[in-house]
């Protein structure tokens, strides 16, 4: 490794080490990462065997369901993870301190998607692995395309991440809730626990745009039909593509314009 | 043992006497206003030149600016030699910086800042050189406890010491001795004075203590309203004003500024 990846590592480890040390020494930090996936495939997975004992058509989408929902989370941490990370620079006033070391900007962006991977896997996890006693379900069974739809909706969470910090620095504190609820904007159109045919015509096209939509329509295509649609793979990780380099595109530009405002050294509560 | 970072980034472009810090012309301007204007000064290596003005004078502006973190709307900042708006990464890890007022992560123990600093600045043999900082700032017993928990004083320190990791070439301070008590304030005068001695160190001081300036600054540059009113050793300025204290000549252009706002 050349000396200036090498240094870039170190950077890049220094600040996801910065995170993880916060993250350890508060519990409720952990619990909180675990608590709502967990809560959620709890109350999805009652809800679906209330159906099952009330619909045939149900019946054969126990795991669409109960996948649709622990994948929903994990687009959710990975977004929620990045932007917390972005967040605790706030809280703590250190943007100033961060910003004059070497770190540069994409090393910056970095160490948040290396956290908010952290973060999800902590968050996810769990509730994965509780479907399997509780329900005899287990969302591994999916293999390799489980891989796939992971990774894509990670990226789809820091896009989404990356355009919320953006609108954090450039506003301050005030935008801080946007991090919480902005992805549930993305719920209906992502199309996680209905086909995208159910939608409006109108709307279909608006949802194969973003990328949850196609993973999740690729998700009951393995377990429904067990077919994997690489064509709804790669629409979803061409649109990963764009979105991401929008996203840091957008975030390069709004961190130089606060260092044009000089609102680095004055972000904080 | 040569704590200070190893030279990853592209070799430093220093032509022989290019000085520390070199400010041409530096403006900033918000809308209408004008909080720095036309600011030219320079600093050679192993000197301190201190900024000194009221509040809203422009200092904090001025060192945003020589940092990188704020970019001008005109004029141009050299720090050894690189222009801090387009290529402050050659040199950001060769500087640093401490201010009361930007903190350090307040959940994180006073060790886990300093590490996380020091890895973010490429300092070789990380534990050794927490060590030695924490020894010489006397933070040694804080190293272990919660960086929110500790007082405005020992926070002083903290920064100082997260600001001394990587054996800076440049050092800027913005009031490096807020919220410390006389004797903890002198040690660490002492310590600074000592510093620069040991490594030719070129510090840029924004303070208010007026004692502090008399004692370690070699070059003040007074400002009002964003621009450089005059400019000197201590003792020079205090013989133009016909006064004896640094204090006196502060006051005084302290109260011009208050007249002319008026």
Not at chain 1, 94 to 107: A, I, K
Not at chain 2, 104 to 114: A, E, G, T, Y
């Amino acid at each position: 490794m050349s000396a200036l990846a090498d240094s870039s590592v170190r950077r890049i480890g220094a600040q996801v080490l910065r995170y993880w040390y916060l993250l350890r020494g508060s519990w409720p930090r952990f619990v909180e990462l675990a608590y709502w996936p967990t809560v959620q495939m709890i109350m999805w997975g009652f809800i679906t065997i209330f159906f099952t004992t009330h619909s045939s058509w149900i019946a054969q989408a126990f795991g669409v369901l109960l996948a649709g929902v622990l994948l929903w989370d994990t687009l959710f941490r990975a977004q929620l993870g990045l932007s917390v990370s972005f967040l605790e620079e706030m809280w703590s006033r250190n943007l100033g301190q961060v910003f004059v070391t070497p770190l540069r900007p994409w090393e910056f962006l970095a160490s948040l998607m290396t956290m908010s991977i952290i973060r999800t896997l902590i968050g996810v996890l769990p509730a994965m692995l509780l479907a399997i006693p509780l329900y005899g379900y287990s969302v591994f069974d999916m293999g390799l395309p489980l891989i796939a739809f992971f990774v894509n909706l990670m990226v789809t969470g820091w896009a989404v991440g990356l355009f919320v910090i953006s609108l954090i620095l450039r506003w301050g504190l005030g935008a801080e809730s946007l991090a919480w609820f902005v992805i549930f904007g993305l719920a209906p159109i992502s199309c996680v626990y209905y086909p995208i045919a159910t939608l409006p015509d109108w709307l279909q096209y608006v949802a194969l745009a973003i990328p949850s939509a196609p993973v999740f329509e690729g998700m009951r295509g393995v377990m429904l039909d067990g077919v994997f649609r690489t064509d709804l793979f790669f629409l979803a990780a061409a649109l990963n593509v764009f979105y991401l380099a929008l996203g840091s595109a957008v975030f390069l530009w709004t961190f130089h314009q606060a260092r044009r405002r000089g609102l680095l050294l004055q972000m904080g509560e | 043992m040569d704590t200070r970072p190893a030279p990853l980034d592209a070799a430093s472009p220093e032509p022989g006497d290019t000085p520390a810090l070199a400010v041409t012309n530096l403006t900033k301007r918000y809308g209408d206003l004008t909080a720095v204007d036309d600011l030219s000064f320079a600093a050679p290596r192993g000197t301190t030149v201190g900024l000194l003005g009221g509040n809203g004078a422009g200092k904090t502006t001025t060192l945003s600016m020589l940092l990188g973190l704020l970019l001008p709307s005109a004029g141009d900042v050299r720090m050894l030699g690189c222009d801090m708006v387009r290529d402050r990464y050659r040199v950001l890890g060769r500087i640093n910086f401490s201010s009361p007022y930007v903190e350090l992560p307040l959940r994180l123990s006073v060790r886990q800042n300093l590490r996380v600093y020091g890895l973010l600045y490429g300092v070789r043999g990380i534990e050794a050189r927490i060590t030695e900082v924490a020894q010489a700032l006397e933070i040694e017993p804080l190293l272990d406890r919660k960086t929110g928990k500790l007082s405005s004083g020992q926070k002083t320190r903290v920064a100082l010491a997260k600001a001394m990791l990587n054996e800076p070439e440049v050092l800027l301070l913005d009031e490096p001795t807020a919220s410390l008590d006389p004797d903890t304030a002198d040690r660490v005068r002492g310590y600074l004075e000592d510093y620069q001695a040991r490594t030719g160190a070129t510090i840029v001081l924004a303070s208010h203590n007026m004692a502090e300036v008399e004692r370690l600054c070699g070059d003040v540059v007074m400002m009002r309203a964003g621009r450089m009113v005059d400019r000197g050793t201590p003792r020079a300025l205090i013989e133009k004003y016909g006064r004896t204290t640094m204090e006196e000549v502060f006051l005084d252009i302290a109260r011009a500024q208050r007249e002319l706002e008026a």
